[in-house]
């Protein structure tokens, strides 16, 4: 069960956002060419979307890279669709015209996202058609290519660096003072002032929400090597939202009215420390709640029988030794009747894939799979979850055989 406000695409002007588009809109002005570069997650798409929604299109046109397809008709049939514009006829009749539509509807930047997959192609036909426009109707075109890229990384230079007259005058078209623009994460006090734009979006789930004073926290989870590999100490807005979102549906779920740290540690600890772990679905898969209503209680602890039939636990009344015995008792765990399953996983397969430890289905431990006799199984173990750190990986049984999937 969850509600539909976590699956909406929400959009909060973030520093980030703030950065953004201002160099897009720095460029709208001047009719400047830029290649921007950002860190995958960051918001590049929305803050186009927002933006092409303000400014109003076609003024601003915004496409995204063909992919897959180099053709310079696949970057001109998004430009004509971009225009509202049919797709009829044939390319090299189309081709020329155009320029003549975007002066008719007064278009004065092209955006292009996702710039990095742009091929050699749909680069000399951009600058063929501003050319184009330059010279028939007098109108300059501004243009930015947003790429991402981490670290110092600037997608496309390679081939504006090469020595042919096209490239050497596809470079002059850049701005001459910031031809390459890298927009930066948030830091630790953006990351804070985000948080209290959460608690507001939120407010209706959760009275008493309070993120703010675990701001310093969520900073040192998301600057973690494994999500800023580049030690940049920026957070993107990508990860941030998954750890809120993560953390806010779990509380849902348990009908509070604010969320405790141990929620947000815990999503933390899914997206840095389970981020490759691999889970296995078996059964009938994930279970699909109905988000119409909230819940009203929770469902009754239970261990697994022989016949590995759910019962309800119930713990006698005792007192004195018998108590002590009891307690003694309850602390011994059954060994899970899974660990003496074969696993049919073709050993070639499973020894190439680099795999360590494999969480058990039935009871969550990780443990590594032994080769036997041709076929592999699990080593025998308690039926209880261990200390071992959550670093191995998991199978799902597909219909032949079991396969690799992301958890």
């Avoid at 060419?33 to 803050?47: E, F, L, R, Y």
Wanted: proline share 5%.
């Amino acid at each position: 069960m969850t509600h539909q406000l976590f699956h909406k695409d929400v959009f909060v002007e973030t520093a980030f956002e703030r950065r953004f588009q201002a160099t897009l809109r720095s460029a709208l002005h001047k009719r400047s060419w830029h290649v921007i570069v950002a860190d995958p997650g960051s918001g590049k798409t929305m803050g186009i979307r927002e933006m092409v929604q303000t400014a109003g299109s076609p003024v601003i046109l915004a496409v995204t890279a063909p992919k897959n397809n180099e053709d310079e008709q696949a970057l001109g049939d998004q430009l004509f669709a971009a225009l509202g514009l049919k797709l009829t006829g044939r390319w090299r009749t189309r081709k020329p015209k155009l320029m003549g539509h975007l002066h008719q509807f007064g278009t004065k930047l092209l955006i292009v996202d996702d710039a990095h997959d742009l091929s050699l192609e749909h680069l000399m036909f951009l600058k063929e058609i501003t050319d184009q426009g330059r010279l028939q109707y007098d109108h300059p075109l501004g243009l930015c290519l947003v790429a991402a890229g981490r670290g110092n990384t600037i997608p496309l230079k390679e081939i504006f660096d090469q020595p042919e007259t096209m490239w050497l005058q596809f470079r002059r078209r850049l701005d001459k003072l910031e031809p390459y623009c890298r927009i930066v994460g948030h830091t630790s006090e953006e990351v804070r002032d985000i948080l209290a734009a959460l608690e507001t979006v939120y407010r209706e789930l959760f009275p008493q929400l309070n993120l703010r004073q675990w701001s310093g926290a969520i900073y040192t989870w998301l600057t973690q090597p494994t999500l800023d590999p580049t030690n940049s100490g920026r957070v993107t807005m990508d990860y941030l939202m998954k750890l809120v979102t993560i953390a806010l549906e779990w509380s849902y779920e348990a009908s509070e009215t604010n969320v405790r740290s141990e929620t947000l540690e815990k999503a933390a600890e899914l997206l840095v420390l389970r981020r490759d772990t691999l889970r296995i679905i078996d059964g009938e898969g994930p279970e699909v709640k109905d988000s119409s209503e909230k819940p009203t209680q929770t469902l009754p602890e239970y261990t697994e029988t022989g016949d590995q039939t759910p019962s309800v636990v119930q713990e006698p009344a005792t007192t004195g030794s018998d108590a002590v015995e009891d307690r003694k008792q309850s602390v011994k765990t059954p060994k899970c009747t899974f660990s003496r399953v074969v696993v049919p996983i073709e050993l070639k397969h499973f020894l190439e894939s680099g795999i360590a430890l494999v969480e058990c289905p039935d009871c969550a431990s990780m443990r590594t799979l032994e080769p036997h006799s041709g076929v592999l199984r699990f080593k025998p173990h308690d039926k209880r979850k261990t200390d071992t750190p959550n670093t191995g990986q998991r199978w799902a049984k597909g219909e032949t055989d079991w396969d690799v999937v992301g958890g």
